[in-house]
């Protein structure tokens, strides 16, 4: 049967974070009225992600895995997984435990109403560090001004899409990040809710400050040329 919904999670060395992940993710979608398929991105993981992947598809035979042999990213693994994905409503979030999947059904009213066609969380009160938080901030302050999506927090993973918004997309570094200033070029609806956001339990942050603010703006520069001519 085809799934309605799809769950798509990139993953990159997260041992100890997936099990506990899916299952409060799925305990969380219980309520979806349609069938769900999750599809799970390894990205190149060299620890024990493939064995908790390969563990969650036995215990919840709706998983599937797209496994990279190297590690290409998350702007790769979150598109790939955006294509393979089956169904007409797409959910996404990180893979490291910070997003709360409980706040899946806040995005999910509007996008399965028709009022938007891309719902963004906005980590209100996030659980990471002091600089982290304010490179951030500024980081968003500037994507705001210069790519126009109107998102406080367009690094948040926590979304919901329609599945015609993938159409719109294309490969381009830090797509996790312009995913929402694309699709409100392209001329669809994109809104944004508070949610809930927690500290990281296990694993490190893949991110420096050179991936939270010299290589995005390079690549900002170029968006805005792309989706703006």
């Not at 060395?13 to 219980?30: H, R, V």
């Not at 294509?83 to 995005?107: R, V, Y």
């Not at 381009?172 to 500290?199: D, S």
């Amino acid at each position: 049967m085809t799934p309605r919904y799809s769950l798509v999670v990139p993953f990159h060395n997260e041992a100890g974070n997936i099990l506990p992940l899916l299952d409060a993710t799925f305990g969380a979608l219980a309520f979806l009225p349609a069938p769900l398929e999750a599809v799970l991105v390894n990205d190149g993981s060299t620890d024990a992600t493939a064995d908790e992947i390969n563990a969650a598809i036995a215990h919840w035979p709706q998983c599937r895995a797209l496994t990279h042999p190297h590690n290409l990213g998350q702007h790769v693994a979150l598109f790939a997984g955006l294509k393979a994905a089956k169904g007409e409503i797409l959910l996404t979030m990180d893979g490291d435990g910070q997003n709360d999947p409980a706040d899946f059904p806040l995005l999910l009213a509007p996008v399965e109403a028709g009022t938007l066609d891309v719902a963004c969380g906005w980590r209100v009160d996030r659980h990471d560090s002091a600089v982290r938080r304010a490179m951030s901030h500024l980081s968003n302050a500037v994507r705001r001004r210069v790519l126009k999506d109107g998102l406080h927090d367009a690094g948040c993973q926590l979304r919901v899409i329609r599945r015609n918004v993938v159409d719109a997309l294309f490969p381009f570094e830090f797509l996790q990040a312009f995913l929402p200033a694309i699709a409100v070029a392209a001329g669809y609806r994109v809104g944004e809710f508070p949610v809930r956001h927690h500290p990281r339990v296990h694993g490190n942050t893949h991110f420096g400050i050179k991936q939270l603010w010299w290589k995005p703006a390079v690549a900002m520069r170029r968006l805005r040329r792309r989706i703006y001519p």
